[in-house]
């Protein structure tokens, strides 16, 4: 998802959507599997009123609003400065708007969201405009309100990849410093977990099927990072580190 921030004039603009299709194909079955992602990780914290307006702010092909009005949700919103993602997006008739400075979208709105999104775009921001992005998405949000956001995670085993497998990403986070960072902007209460992208197989996960075989080799991984981090940390820092590919953080505005 391509951050909607001011753009360098003197860099041509990237066409981000040929990227993005990439990795997430207008494909039943990845569709399939981004809808049970997204319920598994944006259902336990969306609004108890479904008709609260709610922002994706780099909502890229809009992948999230959809499952989100699959959940109840009435009054979605999503912003994001590539044409292709949003011209997209418009194409599923979803309410997305194609905005170059987010901050000044975000100025024109003070109070208004009861949940705002900001999901793997944090990233793609240069270090130093994160903190003016985070406290104009604070500033948009109702007291109480909610951000939901997820970028990649540095302590993972995949870090280096997961950073630059992306061109346009400029920043990774551990759970530490993406929770200083956002009580740093205007929030509280901020709750920093793991994103799995492929849970556990429900059923014969014994069984050498390349899903189980998957897994089976993914929890070898994290054990040796895991073993890493208590030999350098001590036990309960080590214990406590997120280890998946990405980070989530939740957290409230700041009254």
């Known amino acids: 998802m391509n951050a909607p921030e001011t753009p360098d004039p003197a860099v041509p603009p990237l066409d981000y959507s040929r990227h993005y299709a990439r990795f997430h194909p207008d494909a039943p079955g990845h569709r399939n599997g981004l809808t049970l992602l997204h319920r598994r990780m944006l259902g336990p914290w969306l609004p108890a009123d479904r008709a609260a307006p709610v922002l994706d702010v780099g909502c890229g092909r809009g992948y999230a609003l959809q ?76 007291p109480g309100g909610r951000l939901v956001c997820t970028t990649p995670n540095a302590a993972s085993a995949i870090a280096a990849f997961w950073l630059h497998n992306d061109y346009t990403h400029q920043w990774s986070f551990t759970a530490d410093s993406l929770g200083f960072l956002l009580e740093e902007c205007g929030f509280r209460s901020v709750r920093c977990s793991g994103v799995e992208f492929f849970p556990r197989p429900r059923w014969l996960f014994w069984l050498p099927t390349p899903r189980a075989v998957a897994w089976w080799l993914r929890c070898l991984v994290r054990l040796r990072q895991r073993a890493t981090f208590v030999a350098e940390l001590g036990w309960a820092r080590g214990r406590a580190m997120v280890l998946t590919p990405n980070v989530l953080a939740v957290a409230e505005k700041a009254e």
């Open 67 to 142: 499952d989100l009005a699959g959940m109840g949700c009435t009054a979605l919103e999503g912003i994001d400065r590539d044409a292709g993602q949003v011209a997209f997006a418009r194409g599923l008739g979803l309410n997305v708007s194609r905005v170059e400075d987010a901050e000044q979208f975000l100025a024109a709105r003070p109070g208004h969201y009861a949940m705002i999104l900001l999901m793997d775009v944090l990233e793609h921001v240069p270090r130093a405009s994160q903190p003016g992005l985070l406290r104009a998405l604070a500033a948009a949000l109702r």
